[in-house]
């Protein structure tokens, strides 16, 4: 069975500062992977999604992930914060095979301050 | 081109009612994904719709139902609510199954079971 662990249900950095947000899935097949982000009162928006096609995946906003099969991991990160990056990030994985079936991880609060 | 659009955004229902939800997804997208977020549970799935036809279905009691329509636009039915009902329900729209295809997000309607 499809899963996933996010690491720390709360991060707190600084404006300008790295942004790491961790997430760690299980999957019997190569999995299609997925961050989303989550800001208050509104739907999910993909910041990018890993398919195979490379192990380095670049998104939105100036986020990227990597996607690492030895450690089963696909930690979001970036460069700089900023106060508008403040927001819940979800990891999500699916295997492919059972169509619109996302799998999402509880979530990281992403706190930005000045 | 308009986004997910889902109706109503706020709803108060009371134990035992029924209650239905609306979404129209993306022009053109012909696959609708629902899902329901708590606190406690996070996002699970709760079914997938592509063609009118009901492609795959998430652990949920038979209270849950659905059903796409020939626009694709899709519907949700909550029967005998319970208090445990009160969510975010999120409506997706994707141009195919996913995860081949990007799964864009509704604003959710927030339903309060009293």
């Known amino acids: 069975a499809q899963s996933v662990t996010q690491l720390g249900s709360h991060v707190s950095v600084s404006e300008g500062a790295l942004v790491l947000l961790r997430c760690n899935y299980s999957s019997s097949v190569p999995p299609y992977l997925f961050w989303y982000v989550q800001y208050p009162n509104q739907g999910l928006q993909l910041l990018l999604k890993y398919t195979s096609a490379a192990t380095l995946v670049k998104g939105i906003n100036g986020f990227e992930a990597e996607f690492k099969k030895s450690e089963t991991s696909f930690h979001l990160t970036k460069p700089s914060a900023h106060m508008s990056d403040a927001a819940e990030y979800f990891c999500?994985?699916?295997?492919?095979?059972?169509?619109?079936?996302?799998?999402f991880g509880q979530g990281t609060e992403l706190s930005v301050k000045p | 081109k308009a986004g997910v659009t889902q109706t109503p955004r706020y709803l108060i229902k009371t134990r035992g009612q029924q209650v239905t939800l609306s979404c129209s997804p993306i022009s053109g997208h012909r696959s609708v994904s629902w899902y329901q977020q708590t606190p406690g549970q996070g996002l699970q799935f709760l079914f997938e719709?592509?063609?009118?036809?009901?492609?795959n279905k998430g652990n949920f009691p038979g209270r849950f139902s659905g059903r796409q329509f020939s626009n694709s636009r899709s519907e949700m039915n909550v029967s005998t609510l319970e208090l445990g009902d009160s969510a975010l329900y999120l409506c997706?729209?994707?141009?195919?199954?996913?995860?081949?295809?990007?799964?864009?997000f509704g604003p959710g309607t927030r339903l309060t079971v009293t």
């Open positions: 997706a729209s994707s141009l195919g199954l996913t995860p081949s295809y990007e799964q864009y």
């Open positions: 999500a994985v699916s295997d492919g095979n059972q169509g619109g079936k996302l799998i």
């Open positions: 719709y592509f063609s009118e036809t009901q492609r």
